[in-house]
């Protein structure tokens, strides 16, 4: 990485804000969380606002994936935690490793993201309700929060899934939710925790790799995986995508069996949680991706069983997960690794 001349100019830029996005987390966090909201919002009440639809989904998807990411960046790159390459997925976006943006740069970003949702938030105050206001403002500051000091929720052990992730997910869909019906129900709840907790569990995935490099940081980032050793982190994140299955069943008796598709995806993301090897960079490289994409699938499968009209977002986050593996390049040692989860050759062993 570090033999890797800085890329000057506008092209430059570009692939850096596209790569600072993180557009496949940014699918299986914010993305499917507000369709899933949105689609619940569709059964309960048969109707569904395009406009917004549109609003939730650009608010999910700034506070995610700029305001969240670009701050991440630049704390993560402070500690050392990122100064590292050799990572595909995790370690950052590589965008400083690459010399596409500097800490400038970053603020920037988050500077016009956070407008930007400031701006969408007067606007959905005005138009649907103030209370919605909230759970824009707690989404922002929890994602703050996750690196930027003095909390960085991510550098203590738990408080990076469970007050940082967890929150932040749900909080997205029950917006979308909201937004459409100006109501919160237990059911919607309970699918997006659900969401939530294949989330978690694929956050302690995105961890294995940095476990070395987050022990040495300074200050420590001393994450789940760094507190609990490889073995229990291992347990933790298939538990965590356990429960979340045997939640989108109770939903699929209880409520409609559309929730089912939810439990039949996620079921396999168990048994690769508890088959990926943490210190393997091809196992974890391809098991991350395989759980990323069973758990877009959980939560689009579910939405569009529940609101049809929904299926364009189907190949909309197909071409978004192609685009991000085509401009983000791996390490060369993982090249294989990468097409191998690209073309969806589940059969193959690891070299």
């Known amino acids: 990485m570090e033999a890797i001349p ?32 949105t689609a619940v919002a569709f059964f309960a009440s048969g109707s ?33 935690t990122d100064q590292i390459g050799g990572r595909a997925l995790s370690g950052g976006s590589h965008v400083r490793n690459l010399g596409l943006l500097g800490e400038r ?52 052990p738990f408080a990076g899934e469970w007050v940082g992730g967890f929150p932040g997910v749900v909080l ?16 919607v709840t309970t699918a997006l925790v659900a969401h939530a907790l294949v989330c978690m569990s694929m956050l302690v995935v995105h961890h294995y790799l940095d476990e070395p490099m987050d022990a040495s940081a300074k200050p420590q980032k001393r994450t789940t995986v760094v507190s609990l050793g490889f073995t229990n982190a291992r347990r933790y994140a298939g538990i965590m995508a356990a429960i979340a299955a045997v939640l989108y069943a109770v939903l699929g008796v209880t409520v409609y069996p559309a929730f089912f598709l939810g439990a039949a995806f996620t079921v396999p993301a168990v048994l690769i949680h508890f088959r990926i090897e943490p210190t393997d960079l091809h196992s ?30 189907l190949p909309v986050a197909a071409l978004g997960y192609l685009a991000h593996l085509a401009i983000a390049a791996p390490p060369a040692e993982l090249a294989r690794a990468w097409r191998k989860v690209r073309t969806a050759a589940s059969g193959s062993r690891r070299p």
């Open 105 to 156: 740069d970053l603020w920037w970003i988050f500077a016009l993201s956070s407008v930007a949702v400031a701006a969408l938030t007067a606007w959905v105050v005005l138009e649907r309700a103030a209370w919605l206001a909230v759970l824009v403002v707690a989404g922002y500051v929890l994602g703050l929060a996750y690196t930027a000091p003095p909390v960085s929720t991510s550098y203590r």
């Open 172 to 187: 997205s869909g029950l917006g979308a939710y909201a937004i459409q019906t100006l109501s919160i129900t237990l059911v």
């Open 284 to 313: 974890v490289t391809r098991g991350e991706l395989r759980v990323i994409q069973l758990g877009v699938a959980a939560g689009l499968s579910t939405a569009v069983g529940l609101a049809p009209p929904l299926w364009p977002l």
């Open 6 to 37: 800085p890329r000057r100019g506008w092209a430059g830029k570009a692939k850096g804000w596209f790569l600072e996005f993180r557009l496949i987390p940014v699918l299986l966090w914010s993305y499917t969380a507000v369709v899933l909201g």
């Open 48 to 80: 569904l606002n395009l406009l917004w639809f549109a609003v939730a989904l650009a608010l999910g998807a700034l506070i995610q994936g700029w305001e969240t990411h670009a701050i991440n960046e630049i704390y993560d790159w402070r500690s050392g």
